[in-house]
């Protein structure tokens, strides 16, 4: 049952994950809780903890799927502005010295342009699939979905603050693209994050990790999503995907400045980050 993608050729690789993501859409955030044990939340909240955004920042999450890096990011906006307002309040009533000068810093500013997330996706049944998610939940304010191509946005050059690509990178067949692309649409100053399968490091840690994923992730596929040859692939891209350092020095080859990685759960997951200067 080996599904042989080491040896598919390039244009056939986008076609397969186009049918992987087609098939697994409907089930896609039931078996990501299920084959990650709900780690997958912790690893996206981390990301928001990382990048700490303000409100009036603009994000690109490509690769967005149904929606989940998007969702923590205006939920993690209205905590900040919602904050920044209780903030305001109290110095309003009792202004000290501080507060005066915090006061006098944002008076010149004009009114903070809202937050916006922009979900894209090359599949637009995982972007459905999000959509109605969205709407279910109550959140869709601030939200838009487009199907496009990471590595041929269908975006003007400096728009956004933020660009996320999130478990999305190793699905793509040009990676050197891609980062070009992120490039080119972030505005100066704007971040480069990307949260994706790594290298464990811990050697007793990788044994378990490599029987589970190739061993468990297929079958669960199988029971659950009734697809054993799309979870494979998704095991075996993981397998295929460069390691922290090799990943980082292809961001530094792009053009990204003070690029830098964070290990979570020991190496299963790596967030990297970089600027556009
Ligand atoms: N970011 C979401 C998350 O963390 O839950 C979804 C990740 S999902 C594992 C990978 C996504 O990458 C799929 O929705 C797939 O359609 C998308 N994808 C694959 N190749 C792509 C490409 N070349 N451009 C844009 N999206 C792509």
Redesign the pocket.
């Known amino acids: 049952t080996h599904f042989g993608f080491e040896t598919v050729p390039e244009t056939e690789k986008?076609e397969r994950?186009?049918k992987v993501?087609k098939n697994v859409a409907q089930k896609y955030d039931t078996m990501?809780d299920v084959m990650s044990l709900g780690i997958h939340r912790l690893w996206?909240d981390m990301l928001l903890h990382v990048m700490h955004p303000q409100p009036g920042a603009q994000l690109l999450?490509?690769?967005?799927?149904?929606g989940?890096?998007s969702f923590r990011f205006l939920e993690y906006v209205h905590s900040q502005q919602e904050r920044q307002k209780r903030r305001m309040a109290r110095s309003v009533q009792t202004p000290s010295s501080q507060d005066i000068s915090n006061n006098y810093s944002t008076e010149h500013e004009d009114t903070p342009q809202e937050s916006r997330a922009v979900v894209?996706?090359?599949?637009k049944e995982?972007l459905n699939v999000g959509r109605k998610r969205a709407d279910s939940m109550g959140i869709s304010a601030g939200l838009s979905w487009v199907v496009?191509?990471?590595?041929e946005l269908p975006f003007d050059d400096d728009q956004f603050d933020i660009y996320t690509i999130?478990?999305?990178i190793r699905?793509?067949?040009h990676i050197d693209q891609?980062l070009q692309e992120a490039l080119r649409v972030l505005k100066p100053g704007g971040r480069f994050m990307c949260?994706e399968f790594s290298k464990v490091t811990n050697p007793v840690l990788a044994r378990m990790y490599d029987t589970y994923s190739f061993q468990m992730i297929p079958v669960l596929g199988e029971v659950i999503a009734g697809d054993w040859k799309s979870y494979q692939y998704l095991v075996e891209s993981i397998r295929k995907f460069p390691e922290q350092e090799e990943f980082k020095h292809m961001i530094e080859d792009a053009g990204f400045y003070c690029v830098k990685y964070h290990n979570f759960t020991g190496g299963v997951v790596a967030l990297h980050s970089g600027f556009k200067l």
């Open positions: 986008a994950v186009y993501f990501n996206k999450d490509v690769a967005g799927g149904t989940d890096i894209c996706d090359i599949n995982m496009g191509n990471a590595e999130a478990f999305g699905n793509v067949t891609a949260l």
